[in-house]
């Protein structure tokens, strides 16, 4: 019987080291905490699997292998308004040395342009909208720290941002978590969770495509 007492839970999208079951199961609490800290503001943290990682966590607290959920619920958010805020100061001290950063394994300027495209389209809202966005959840903060978005806006769109999705996304994994059909196919349903979060992205890129096409075509007439 495996240890948590149901199947792995490989992340399939990912390596096996990235499963979420086993980061937790690995590093327990404090280290889940870490990594949604890290996770939300810091550029290396990006490849993490927040949004699988904050259901997991869910899952497991219903089962009795993690803190009773109100720890949770009480913690996550903190630890990822907490990384926010330091991604904002990374921003504000960097300044634009961020934007010129040249590719590479870790960094990827595109991953700075999507943060730029949800600013330039959703303004200072995007710092709640990118909490549901892997990649962009982690480069918002940032971006907003480099345009010198004042701090007061940021910190009370970065608390309902956090807020929400911590206690949104582990609530529904500790409730779905005890549903058998749920923990039956608990692979199929972290693959869904990590293809509805990057929706987002590709809606907003491929209206951003449309947009273009369509000024380019006026601009040829």
Not at 1 to 10: I, S
Not at 119 to 126: I, M
Not at 162 to 185: C, E, H, K, S
Request: proline share 6%.
């Amino acid at each position: 019987m495996h240890p948590l007492a149901f199947p792995a839970v490989p992340l399939a999208l990912g390596p096996d080291w990235l499963d979420p079951e086993t980061l937790i199961e690995t590093f327990g609490t404090l280290g889940l905490l870490a990594i949604v800290f890290v996770e939300s503001g810091l550029l290396f943290g990006f490849f993490f699997p927040g949004d699988s990682l904050l259901f997991t966590a869910g899952l497991l607290s219903a089962n009795g292998h993690l803190p009773d959920l109100w720890f949770l619920l009480l913690t996550i958010p903190v630890a990822a308004i907490a990384g926010d805020q330091v991604g904002y100061a990374i921003g504000r001290k960097a300044g634009p040395a961020i934007f010129n950063r040249p590719d590479s394994r870790f960094f990827r300027q595109e991953y700075v342009e999507k943060a730029e495209y949800f600013f330039d389209r959703y303004g200072g809202r995007t710092i709640i909208i990118a909490r549901f966005v892997p990649i962009v959840r982690t480069f918002a903060p940032v971006v907003a720290g480099v345009s010198s978005m004042p701090y007061r806006r940021f910190v009370a769109y970065n608390v309902i941002g956090g807020t929400l999705w911590g206690i949104g996304v582990t609530t529904l994994g500790y409730f779905l978590g005890q549903v058998d059909f749920v923990r039956a196919n608990i692979e199929l349903i972290l693959v869904g969770i990590v293809l509805v979060s990057v929706v987002p992205i590709g809606t907003e890129l491929w209206r951003g495509t449309r947009r273009a096409r369509a000024a380019s075509a006026r601009a040829d007439h």
